[in-house]
């Protein structure tokens, strides 16, 4: 019997990324791969409130979300992911024209 850990699964501009811990071994998913698990998750998470801005997110606009064992412990929406990775985005081109 498999045993879950965590998943983390991340949306970013068309990309999507998971990554399960199951029986101690990394399984790392992308896109078409991911889908079960997207609509598996879509259909668990109902409404939740971002980590960052507080903002109520449905489950289809989430960026960001952290489950460990049966407990969401981290909700980013999209928004917020957004913005970080502009964040990062525009100090990479700070540190690259110095």
């Keep these: 019997m498999s045993s879950f850990r965590k998943l983390s699964l991340m949306r970013v501009k068309g990309l999507v990324i998971a990554v399960a811990v199951i029986n101690n071994e990394r399984h790392i998913l992308m896109n078409n791969e991911a889908s079960k698990v ?26 960001y979300v952290e489950i460990v064992g049966n407990k969401v412990t981290r909700i980013v929406c999209q928004d ?19």
């Design 38 to 63: 997207v609509r598996e998750v879509n259909r668990l998470l109902g409404l939740r409130r971002c980590s960052v801005c507080g903002h109520w997110v449905r489950p289809e606009d989430l960026g």
């Design 80 to 98: 917020c992911l957004g913005r970080t990775y502009s964040d990062i985005a525009e100090l990479m081109n700070e540190c690259l024209t110095k």
